[in-house]
C-alpha cells in the first residue's frame, strides 16, 4: 500500500515556541491530505483539510491561526503549532487519499507526539 | 448530529476465543462505515470499508458487518497478534466521498492472551 510519512514521530517543545509537523506521501500524490489530533482514550478528531496550492479549511474550533497548514506541494503538507501550551500536547496524525484507484483509501502517517512544557 | 459510538472500551480475550466488537452510529445519510486497526504510538491501519446494510467484508480472521445502525467486527480464533485498539468512522456531515473528513469513536482496545 502507499506510505505516509510524518516527521517528527515525537517532540518535546518549550511553553511559547512553534513546532512544525510534516506529512509526506512517499509514493503518491495526494491533493488533498488531512489532520487529526487525538487526546489519550478519546477519538481521533479532524482538525482541517489540507488542499494543495489553496487555504486549509478548519473544523469548528480549531484556531487558524494557531495551527498553520500548508499545503504547498502535491506531497507535503505542513502544521505548524504556533505558540504551544500544554494544553496542545496531544498525538497529531495526518492522512492522504490515494486517488484514481478502484475504492479510495486514506493513508495515515504514524502519528507525531508532540508535547509541550 | 453525526456520533460514533464504539463497545466495549476493552476487551481480553484468550487465544482462539472469538467475540465481536460493537460501532454504533447516528449520520444523516450513511455514506461509508470504516474500520482501521491502531497499534500503540502508531497511525491507523485501514481495514474495511462498508456502504449499505447487510454488506459484509472479510480479511483473514476478521470480518465486518453493517446494519442501519450499526456495525460489527467478527474476530474468530484471534491471535496475540491481533491485539491492537480497533477503530470505526463514519463520513461526517462535510464527507466528500474519501477517507477523510471522518467521525471517529473511541475504539475497542482488544488484548488476545496467549
Known amino acids: 500500500g502507499a506510505v505516509v510519512s510524518q516527521h517528527p514521530s515525537r517532540v518535546i517543545c518549550k511553553s511559547g515556541t512553534s513546532v512544525k509537523i510534516e506529512c509526506r506521501s512517499l509514493?503518491?500524490?495526494?491533493?488533498?491530505m488531512f489532520w487529526y489530533r487525538q487526546f489519550p482514550k478519546q477519538s481521533l478528531m479532524l482538525m482541517a483539510t489540507s488542499n494543495e496550492g489553496s487555504k486549509a479549511t478548519y473544523e469548528q474550533g480549531v484556531e487558524k491561526d494557531k495551527f498553520l497548514i500548508n499545503h504547498a506541494s502535491l506531497t507535503l503538507s505542513t502544521l505548524t503549532v504556533t505558540s504551544a501550551h500544554p494544553e496542545d500536547s496531544s498525538f497529531y496524525i495526518c492522512s492522504a487519499i490515494q486517488q484514481g484507484r478502484g475504492n479510495t483509501e486514506a493513508f495515515f502517517g504514524q502519528g507525531t507526539r508532540l508535547t509541550v512544557v | 448530529e453525526d456520533q460514533v459510538t464504539q463497545s466495549p472500551e476493552a476487551l481480553r480475550l484468550q487465544e482462539g476465543e472469538s467475540s465481536s466488537l460493537n460501532c454504533s452510529y447516528t449520520?444523516?445519510?450513511?455514506?461509508?462505515l470504516f474500520w482501521y486497526r491502531q497499534d500503540p504510538g502508531k497511525g491507523p491501519e485501514f481495514l474495511f470499508t462498508l456502504y449499505s446494510a447487510g454488506e459484509e467484508k472479510e480479511k483473514e480472521r476478521l470480518k465486518a458487518t453493517l446494519t442501519k445502525k450499526e456495525s460489527f467486527l467478527h474476530i474468530t480464533a484471534p491471535k496475540p497478534e491481533d491485539s491492537a485498539t480497533y477503530l470505526c468512522?463514519?463520513?461526517?456531515?462535510?464527507?466528500?466521498?474519501?477517507?477523510?473528513?471522518?467521525?471517529f469513536g473511541k475504539g475497542t482496545k482488544l488484548s488476545v492472551k496467549p
Open positions: 449520520v444523516s445519510g450513511l455514506r461509508g
Open positions: 468512522a463514519v463520513g461526517g456531515s462535510n464527507y466528500g466521498g474519501s477517507q477523510g473528513n471522518l467521525i
Open positions: 509514493d503518491f500524490q495526494a491533493t488533498t
